[in-house]
C-alpha cells in the first residue's frame, strides 16, 4: 500500500502546515468497488479512477479532514490556495470541497459537486497519475505569511518612540498613537482633578485655586520681604533662617 510520491508530499505539506490534521488515503472496502483515486492501481478487485503502467499499487486521492486543527476556514483557504496556483493544478486531477468541485474537465473553475457525499467535513485531493513520482514540495500549501499584525506592532513601536524623542517625523499611524497616547495622558490629568476636587462645585473649585494662588503670593511677598530685611542689615543670616522655619511650621 503505497501513496504516491507527489500526494505523500502533498500529504506531509498539509501536515506541516496543520500539526494535527487527520488525512485519510486508501479507501475502504465500499470504495473498492466504484473508480476512486483512493484505490490502489495495479491491484485484482481494486478499482483505480487512474493507473500508470508502473506494476506498482498505488493511491493517489487523499481526505484531508475538518477537526480542530483543520477548521472550515482553513479547508476554504487552503482550496483556494491549491486551484489558484499553476503548479499546484498541474500536480492534481480534481479537488472537492464542501459542494465544489474544481478539475481539469472543468478547467479549474469552481463547479457544483453533484455527487451524492457533498464533501462537507473534508477536501478531498486527487493526483495526477502523470507527476506520481514527483518528490517536490507543495508551496501552495503553506499558510501566507500574515505581516499585517507584525507591520502594525513595529509600527506601533516606532510611533511610541517616535513620540517618546520628540520625533516629529509625519506618518499618520505615528501620529494617530501620539495623540492617542496625549488623549490618555490628559485623561488621567482630568481624572486626578475631579479626585481632588470632589465634593466642590464650581465656584468651589475656583475659590480654592484662589486660595492656593493666594497662599503662595502671600508666601513669596513675605520670603522677598525677609530677603529685602537681609540685605539691609537688618536681619542676620541666623533671624532669616529661624523666621523660614517658623513660617515652614506655620
Ligand atoms: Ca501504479
Ligand atoms: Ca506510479
Ligand atoms: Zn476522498
Not at 90 to 98: G, K, S
Not at 183 to 203: F, H, N, P, R
Amino acid at each position: 500500500m503505497t501513496r504516491a510520491a507527489n500526494m505523500q508530499a502533498l500529504t506531509n505539506d498539509v501536515k506541516r502546515a496543520f500539526p494535527g490534521v487527520v488525512v485519510y488515503g486508501i479507501g475502504d472496502k465500499a470504495h473498492q468497488s466504484r473508480a476512486s483515486d483512493h484505490n490502489e492501481d495495479d491491484t485484482s478487485g481494486s478499482r483505480a479512477a487512474q493507473s500508470d503502467p508502473d506494476g506498482h499499487p498505488e493511491h493517489r486521492a487523499i481526505d484531508i479532514m475538518l477537526g480542530p486543527k483543520f477548521t472550515k476556514a482553513d479547508a476554504d483557504a487552503l482550496v483556494v490556495r491549491l486551484v489558484a496556483d499553476p503548479k499546484a493544478r498541474a500536480r492534481l486531477y480534481y479537488v472537492i470541497w464542501d459542494g465544489y468541485i474544481w478539475s481539469r474537465s472543468n478547467g479549474w473553475k469552481k463547479t457544483k459537486y453533484t455527487g451524492s457525499d457533498q464533501h462537507r467535513d473534508h477536501v478531498h485531493g486527487s493526483g495526477w497519475a502523470a507527476d506520481d513520482e514527483n518528490t517536490a514540495s507543495w508551496p501552495a500549501v503553506a499558510k501566507p505569511v500574515v505581516t499585517k499584525g507584525d507591520d502594525m506592532s513595529v509600527k506601533a513601536s516606532q510611533a511610541i518612540e517616535a513620540w517618546a524623542v520628540g520625533d516629529p517625523s509625519v506618518e499618520p499611524v505615528k501620529w494617530r498613537l501620539r495623540d492617542e497616547a496625549w488623549q490618555k495622558k490628559t485623561d488621567a490629568t482630568l481624572a486626578a482633578v475631579l479626585a481632588a476636587s470632589k465634593g466642590l462645585d464650581t465656584a468651589g473649585i475656583l475659590a480654592r485655586i484662589n486660595e492656593v494662588a493666594q497662599a503662595e503670593t502671600e508666601r513669596d511677598a513675605a520670603l522677598a520681604e525677609l530677603v529685602r530685611r537681609a540685605g539691609t542689615g537688618e536681619l542676620s543670616a541666623e533671624q532669616v533662617v529661624d523666621e523660614l522655619a517658623k513660617r515652614m511650621q506655620a
